[in-house]
């Protein structure tokens, strides 16, 4: 069955801080790959996303993630965090030809100042 | 940038009463899309929509869930006969097109039945 697993349900980190979320996707077939971002009563956001060619992705607030297709992840990064990115994070893969998009169970960022 | 809008908010119904939820897409997007999210779980595919027709649907999306696109902006989820389970966030979402998407979301409708 097609899953995406994000390993950390909760990530605590101080401000300025460099971040990683990680998420780990099942697939057997191509792949795309999603980052969203969901701040309290709002809807999601795209972050980035990965369709094909290079395997770094830079998104928006200068958020990057890696596709790493032998290991199955695709784990999201940020050099330095803000109070403002308290947020919860969704990583989600949808696969060729197919219309869903499968979400992972989400992490919730808290940025301390 | 376009938005894809809900509405209402926020939605509190009778179990056992039928519900609307309104959503307008993107206006010059094909596809679209229902998730929902229960309370402190994750997001939940239910439904896609093209060309006027179920493109797929999920084991969730049972006899008692419909979807219709009235007219040439709105797309609608029906809930037939609300259960005390059906209570979560409801996201409306669209794309321009399938598998090489994001779809792009709107802030849902939080849906309490009582």
């Known amino acids: 069955a097609q899953s995406v697993t994000q390993l950390d349900s909760q990530v605590p980190v101080f401000e300025e801080a460099p971040l990683e979320l990680r998420c780990n996707y099942s697939s057997s077939v191509s792949v795309y790959l999603f980052w969203y971002v969901q701040y309290p009563n709002q809807g999601l956001q795209l972050l980035l996303k990965?369709?094909?060619?290079?395997?770094l992705v830079k998104g928006i607030n200068g958020f990057e993630a890696e596709f790493n297709k032998s290991q199955t992840s695709f784990h999201l990064r940020k050099p330095s965090v803000h109070i403002s990115d308290t947020a919860e994070y969704f990583c989600?893969?949808?696969?060729?030809?197919?219309?869903?998009?499968?979400f992972g169970a989400g992490t919730r960022l808290f940025v301390k100042a | 940038e376009p938005e894809v809008t809900q509405t209402p908010s926020h939605q509190v119904t009778q179990m056992g009463q039928e519900v609307i939820l309104r959503c307008v897409p993107i206006s010059n997007h094909l596809y679209f899309y229902w998730y929902r999210q229960i309370l402190g779980q994750k997001v939940e595919f239910l439904v896609s929509f093209y060309n006027n027709e179920i493109s797929e649907k999920s084991e969730i999306f049972d006899d008692q869930f419909s979807v219709e696109r009235p007219d040439g902006s709105n797309f609608t989820l029906k809930i037939r006969s609300t259960k005390l389970e059906d209570s979560a966030m409801y996201f409306c979402?669209?794309?321009?097109?399938?598998?090489?998407?994001?779809?792009?979301f709107g802030d849902g409708t939080r849906l309490s039945i009582l």
């Open positions: 989600a893969v949808s696969y060729t030809g197919g219309f869903k998009t499968i």
């Open positions: 990965y369709l094909s060619g290079s395997t």
């Open positions: 979402a669209s794309s321009d097109r399938v598998g090489n998407q994001p779809q792009h």
